[in-house]
């Protein structure tokens, strides 16, 4: 084996411009792939966090029934039970009750439908940071009386600005329409562009006072310490109360879910198609060699050497030039990557305002786990291996008595 190693070696230098050439496209292929699979996984993981740290949290409580019919009198019960349990978990970081309610917004020149959500002033931010995304203005504060903060895209549509009035209109727990005025003490920005139109925050005693009288809460945001443990305490508290629902960030969010599979698969799906270019490369520049030394081979077959060597050798030729460039590759785009990953990467100036529309920031931090570094290295080596066989089957077709009559 070693003298075949040192013939394949020798070998592949014989025509240094073409394999230098084959390295290169290896080693180009690689860093772009990688390069693209990192901002890719970059991307995927700032918008997951992003909806998690803002809204989603990694777990929610609701009634069992409220996701799918939204309805005032689904409220969480018991409330102080399920609070007390929340606060001897040692797993939960912080949680946040929700009051919501579904209704209208209108302002003197016009009206528009909108989610109502009633949150805990003092206690929201420790559980998101929401209330960073604000403009202008200020937070619920309590020397407004009745504040409400809106999104920017909103109050564009409805001509108004902080220190405007508006009124909200909703259903109480006996599907009364319920009708307020409220003072606009803030305008928010959100990285999820469709809250900015559809959402409005107002303090949770404000929207249950109006709702019923007294404290009721239709939804509990949770954050753990540890988002991995999300399923495990999401089954707890399904199991210690019958009355109500608790759903990991996965379930609650369909576009998160499909997110997460995904990118598990973005990887392999660009470095097959960079394989597949590469492999006709390494086909062709195989077949060349073996045209170029069938008078060789008939040599090497006709003194002796076995076919199966001969079918190793060129196998150990196509493995030693494709790992070459894959290591140079590889190590060239860890080089890349740790760089971007600590400085970042600004696409600001190719479309950064068109990603912010989708929820995504055109600043971006890619990263490469581990293990699909060594599944590119794997990738590589098969790529080689098939690429190869063919060009080694046309050298045991060699027939050496024929070869050396030529």
């Known amino acids: ?108 020149q016009t009206a528009s439908g909108v989610q109502i959500t009633g949150v805990m002033a003092d206690l929201e931010p420790a559980t998101t940071n929401f209330h960073e995304n604000l403009i202008e203005g200020s937070y619920l504060t309590e020397q407004i009386v009745y504040p409400i903060i809106i999104g920017v895209k909103l109050a564009e549509k409805l001509n108004i600005g902080v220190g405007n009035r508006v009124v909200l209109s909703f259903q109480d727990l006996q599907n009364d329409i319920v009708y307020n005025a409220f003072n606009v003490a803030g305008i928010f920005r959100a990285n999820l562009p469709a809250y900015d139109e559809a959402r409005v925050i107002v303090r949770a005693e404000d929207l249950y006072g109006l709702m019923a009288g007294t404290p009721v809460f239709h939804e509990i945001a949770i954050m753990l310490y540890d988002i991995d443990e999300s399923d495990q305490v999401a089954a707890d508290i399904n199991r210690q109360f019958d009355t109500i629902q608790a759903e990991t960030w996965m379930e609650l969010s369909p576009e998160l879910r499909f997110m997460t599979g995904a990118s598990e698969y973005y990887m392999f799906y660009i470095m097959v198609v960079i394989m597949l270019a590469l492999a006709f490369g390494i086909l062709n520049t195989m077949l060349m060699a073996i045209f170029e030394r069938t008078r060789e081979l008939g040599m090497l077959i006709s003194i002796g050497m076995s076919r199966s060597r001969v079918f190793i050798m060129i196998i150990l030729e196509s493995v030693i030039l494709t790992m070459t460039g894959g290591a140079a590759g590889i190590l060239i785009s860890i080089l890349t990557v740790s760089y971007l990953g600590r400085n970042g990467l600004d696409l600001s100036s190719i479309g950064g305002d068109t990603m912010a529309e989708w929820g995504y920031d055109a600043f971006v931090y890619p990263f490469i786990t581990t293990g699909e570094y060594i599944s590119v290295a794997v990738l590589v080596m098969i790529t080689a291996i098939l690429a190869a066989i063919y060009p080694a089957i046309k050298a045991l077709r060699l027939n050496p008595g024929d070869v050396i009559r030529e």
Request: hydrophobic share 45%.
């Open 1 to 108: 084996m070693k003298m075949l190693l040192s013939i394949s070696w020798r070998n592949i230098w014989r025509r240094p411009s073409r394999s230098g050439v084959l390295i290169g496209a290896v080693i180009a292929g690689l860093w772009a792939g990688i390069l693209v699979s990192s901002w890719t996984n970059g991307l995927i993981n700032q918008r997951i966090n992003r909806v998690i740290q803002e809204e989603l949290t990694h777990l929610q409580i609701h009634h069992p029934e409220f996701l799918a019919d939204r309805e005032p009198q689904m409220t969480i019960e018991p409330t102080h039970e399920i609070f007390s349990f929340l606060n001897n978990d040692e797993r939960i970081k912080s949680y946040a009750a929700r009051t919501l309610a579904d209704g209208m917004i209108q302002s003197p």
